[in-house]
């Protein structure tokens, strides 16, 4: 009898023909690529190649965060500066969609990593901008012991934090939560004398004194976020701590009832298991 082809060789479709019972089942070619969500990026201030990098791989989803105060310049940041981040978001987020084939959606929050000046107007507008489809999350935010440029005392960071959580209630939407890590032995190199941080314009020499001290200010942040949350009248439940990491896992598990989220490709997860 004829063989199908005219390779000299086997070839593999032979084979499975040949094939019955169990060894027939015939796999879908979806599960080549394997779908997948991205629950807190920052990629609409990538490339395009970046973000296509995302749909190769499976994407189906994404909530890009535009809070991040490292896009700010180095000065004590205004409402406006925390807003053009916010508009420049919503502006790219239907061309990514449309170039790259995936649904983006948009978690905008007030970062306290750095003061920011007259923070009462940006709350104000904030409401609005809540209000908005495409916005599905508010944050990251939460108290930062750390500060950049100009320095924000923990109670006024704990003033914007729980205020944005209560616009989370109003609004019915979750928040993220921006937890500060424990340094892990494992870093990336990045430009001397700038620091750590891989792709930021951040120079670390224009740090500002911290506002928490004490044995662990990384995990007594978590902890005054938690207060802020329940004292905002927001079910914890609706509540997504960014950037897990061991120092923090076990307080939020047994004595919490948020959600956990691990940062993958950073070296906050080096070490976690």
């Given at each position: ?44 201030t990538l ?32 409402a406006d ?92 939407l979750p ?99």
């Amino acid at each position: 009898m004829p063989t199908p082809h005219a390779t000299k060789r086997p070839t593999d479709a032979a084979y499975l023909d040949e094939r019955d019972g169990v060894d027939a089942v015939d796999l879908p070619r979806e599960l080549l690529t394997l779908p997948w969500i991205d629950i807190h990026n920052h990629a609409h201030t990538l490339s395009w190649d970046d973000r296509e990098r995302y749909a190769l791989a499976g994407c189906r989803s994404m909530l890009m965060v535009a809070s991040g105060y490292h896009w700010t310049p180095y000065k004590p940041v205004e409402a406006d500066d925390i807003r053009f981040l916010w508009d420049d978001a919503i502006n790219r987020r239907t061309a990514i969609e449309r170039n790259h084939f995936f649904e983006a959606k948009l978690g905008l929050g007030v970062h306290t990593g750095v003061r920011i000046e007259n923070p009462d107007d940006l709350l104000a507008a904030m409401d609005d901008y809540c209000a908005l489809e495409e916005v599905i999350a508010v944050g990251e935010t939460g108290v930062v012991p750390s500060q950049h440029v100009s320095g924000w005392s923990v109670d006024e960071q704990r003033a914007v934090v729980q205020a944005q959580m209560e616009l989370a209630r109003d609004h019915d939407l979750p928040v993220i939560l921006h937890t500060p890590n424990t340094s892990a032995d494992a870093k990336r190199s990045y430009r001397d004398g700038l620091g750590v941080t891989p792709g930021y314009e951040k120079n670390a020499g224009l740090g500002a004194d911290p506002v928490l001290n004490g044995e662990n200010p990384a995990l007594e942040s978590v902890k005054l976020d938690v207060t802020a949350a329940r004292d905002a009248g927001l079910d914890e439940e609706r509540v997504v701590a960014s950037h897990a990491d061991r120092n923090n896992t076990r307080y939020l598990m047994e004595e919490t009832d948020c959600y956990l989220s691990y940062t993958i490709g950073h070296s906050w997860l080096v070490g976690v298991g």
